[in-house]
């Protein structure tokens, strides 16, 4: 019987939605009602998870994830449909990616469908959080850790895999209107060889600096360049970047300093899809001066354009990629990518 069988009791919190501002919601923490967890020990797999409910988790001060960083994360959304159905997107994806990260993290993972299950059982607990059609979407955190007490440098003795969700509107407040991004040439956030290519929790942190200074003259985020040359473009803080000119839109090569995103991995097929030449490569921060576009892509953004060099506004391309992704993430056209599972509630 499928995870979501076994635990759909938790389905039977009340039915109507949650009594939220649904207009005004952030990108920022609504506990929920539920959060699932499932643990094993190195060298082991993980056993079947359970729900709980939401509420704080207990460490071992000695914890690998808390003394050395043995942590991952992943983030995937759900959207309500105007049947009340509820669409994920590329789910899979996700679990693949933190199969890999957890390979270069020395950490056990669960596989693909034990992913997507506990998934789709976290969502289904929390259905009611679901925003409405049209208004904002349910983030879902994947997390795993080394949980277990380690003192030397070295794999935890056991591990967790936890998922909670939030109701969230848009990450940026300013929506798809443009964002504006400061070309950061000395902080890097990630070097040859090291973690830039996975989740690993201590990606993000290392970005904070950047990003305050950033703040503070006024602009949105940081777009950071490679860490040899300091001089072509690798990401925004937590966003992949794409540039255009004329029919072609260019990314950076993913070669292990980029994360692979899915949403940038999806709008890539797109744009190929509706006649546009893409392209992975080496970008030099000059090009920015001559490019008709520049846009971030990323889970919790989708599509932001930013605003570089005079290059302003949400140009044609951003605007159509970004509509035709969101309304197939949102159930409003056909699928014809198969990139959506449904979920239907009883």
């Given at each position: 019987?499928?995870?979501?069988?076994?635990?759909?009791?938790?389905?039977?919190?009340?039915?109507?939605?949650?009594?939220?501002?649904?207009?005004?919601?952030?990108?920022?923490?609504?506990?929920?009602?539920?959060?699932?967890?499932?643990?094993?020990?190195?060298?082991?797999?993980?056993?079947?998870?359970?729900?709980?409910?939401?509420?704080?988790?207990?460490?071992?001060?000695?914890?690998?994830?808390?003394?050395?960083?043995?942590?991952?994360?992943?983030?995937?959304?759900?959207?309500?449909?105007?049947?009340?159905?509820?669409?994920?997107?590329?789910?899979?994806?996700?679990?693949?990616r933190i199969q890999r990260g957890a390979d270069r993290m020395c950490m056990p993972c669960p596989p693909v469908q034990q992913f997507v299950e506990a998934v789709k059982a976290t969502v289904l607990a929390n259905h009611r959080w679901i925003p409405p059609a049209g208004k904002g979407s349910l983030y879902i955190r994947p997390l795993l850790m080394g949980s277990g007490a380690v003192l030397g440098l070295a794999p935890a003795p056991e591990y967790t895999f936890l998922i909670y969700v939030s109701p969230v509107g848009n990450y940026f407040k300013e929506g798809l209107a443009p964002i504006n991004l400061l070309v950061e040439a000395e902080i890097h956030r990630a070097t040859p060889g090291g973690t830039?290519?996975?989740?690993?929790?201590?990606?993000?942190?290392?970005?904070?600096?950047?990003?305050?200074?950033?703040?503070?003259?006024?602009?949105?985020?940081?777009?950071?360049?490679?860490?040899?040359?300091?001089?072509?473009?690798?990401?925004?803080?937590?966003?992949?970047?794409?540039?255009?000119?004329?029919?072609?839109?260019?990314?950076?090569?993913?070669?292990?300093?980029?994360?692979?995103?899915?949403?940038?991995?999806?709008?890539?097929?797109?744009?190929?899809?509706?006649?546009?030449?893409?392209?992975?490569?080496?970008?030099?921060?000059?090009?920015?001066?001559?490019?008709?576009?520049?846009?971030?892509?990323?889970?919790?953004?989708?599509?932001?354009?930013?605003?570089?060099?005079?290059?302003?506004?949400?140009?044609?391309?951003?605007?159509?990629?970004?509509?035709?992704?969101?309304?197939?993430?949102?159930?409003?056209?056909?699928?014809?990518?198969?990139?959506?599972?449904?979920?239907?509630?009883?």
């Amino acid at each position: 019987m499928e995870l979501v069988q076994k635990l759909s009791n938790a389905r039977d919190v009340q039915k109507e939605l949650v009594d939220i501002d649904w207009d005004n919601l952030g990108f920022s923490l609504t506990p929920t009602d539920y959060m699932y967890v499932m643990k094993c020990c190195r060298g082991e797999h993980f056993s079947d998870g359970e729900l709980r409910r939401f509420g704080n988790i207990e460490l071992s001060p000695s914890s690998g994830v808390l003394n050395y960083g043995q942590g991952l994360y992943e983030g995937l959304k759900a959207y309500r449909k105007k049947d009340g159905n509820i669409l994920l997107f590329r789910p899979e994806e996700n679990a693949m990616r933190i199969q890999r990260g957890a390979d270069r993290m020395c950490m056990p993972c669960p596989p693909v469908q034990q992913f997507v299950e506990a998934v789709k059982a976290t969502v289904l607990a929390n259905h009611r959080w679901i925003p409405p059609a049209g208004k904002g979407s349910l983030y879902i955190r994947p997390l795993l850790m080394g949980s277990g007490a380690v003192l030397g440098l070295a794999p935890a003795p056991e591990y967790t895999f936890l998922i909670y969700v939030s109701p969230v509107g848009n990450y940026f407040k300013e929506g798809l209107a443009p964002i504006n991004l400061l070309v950061e040439a000395e902080i890097h956030r990630a070097t040859p060889g090291g973690t830039g290519g996975i989740k690993c929790i201590g990606n993000y942190a290392a970005v904070l600096k950047a990003q305050a200074a950033a703040k503070a003259k006024d602009f949105t985020d940081v777009l950071y360049l490679d860490s040899i040359r300091k001089k072509y473009l690798e990401e925004v803080s937590s966003c992949n970047v794409f540039v255009v000119k004329d029919n072609v839109i260019s990314t950076p090569a993913v070669e292990g300093t980029i994360l692979p995103g899915i949403t940038r991995k999806s709008i890539m097929d797109v744009a190929r899809s509706q006649g546009f030449k893409v392209e992975e490569r080496l970008i030099a921060v000059d090009e920015l001066l001559e490019a008709d576009e520049v846009f971030c892509t990323g889970t919790a953004v989708v599509v932001s354009p930013g605003e570089l060099y005079g290059n302003n506004g949400v140009g044609p391309v951003s605007q159509q990629v970004y509509s035709t992704l969101i309304n197939l993430q949102m159930g409003l056209t056909e699928d014809t990518m198969g990139w959506t599972l449904e979920l239907k509630l009883k």
